[in-house]
């Protein structure tokens, strides 16, 4: 038959449509916003953060634990986005831990570490804030 090689050419371009077509429907759902459910472990985290920047002694700890508290926040959000903040944010935690735990006093602002820890802290706090607006207005507990 003389229609069979335009018949190929039809079923292949529908097929390429229909891949390009799910292609955007996952493009699409990865852009959503978060759900309800990862801005109220967001929330969490900076309640959290709020009771962790008032200790007194032995901040370096409590820094470092909260830091693997935010990982495990991370773990347990479904939004993509929401979790490479999160473990942005644990990865600045971690050098800030570090710092404190040195004597008091000897803290340099200008420590390329301090730094670059404060700007991923800060970096994902603010694009969590963006994705989640409700999520950044809490009180510490």
């Known amino acids: ?16 449509v229909e891949l390009v077509a799910a292609v955007l429907v996952v493009i ?11 801005c109220r472990v967001v929330s969490g985290v900076f ?6 920047g008032s200790d007194g002694e032995d901040r ?3 820094t470092g634990a909260f830091a693997e508290r935010i990982r495990a926040a991370a773990d347990s959000v479904s939004s993509s986005s929401v979790r490479d903040d ?16 040195g004597p008091a006093g000897a803290v340099d602002d200008n420590d390329p570490t301090l730094v670059r820890a404060l700007g ?3 970096g994902a706090a603010d694009e969590l804030r963006e ?6 207005r809490v009180e510490a507990e």
Do not use: K
């Open 60 to 62: 370096g700890e409590v």
């Open 120 to 122: 991923l802290v800060f």
């Open 1 to 16: 038959m003389t229609h069979t090689p335009w018949l190929r050419a039809g079923i292949a371009t529908v097929l390429i």
């Open 131 to 136: 994705d989640c607006p409700e999520s950044y």
């Open 86 to 101: 999160l473990n942005r944010w644990a990865e600045g935690a971690d050098p800030l831990a570090e710092i404190r735990r």
């Open 28 to 38: 699409r759902g990865a852009q959503q916003s978060p759900s309800e459910a990862d």
């Open 47 to 52: 309640r959290e953060w709020a009771s962790v």
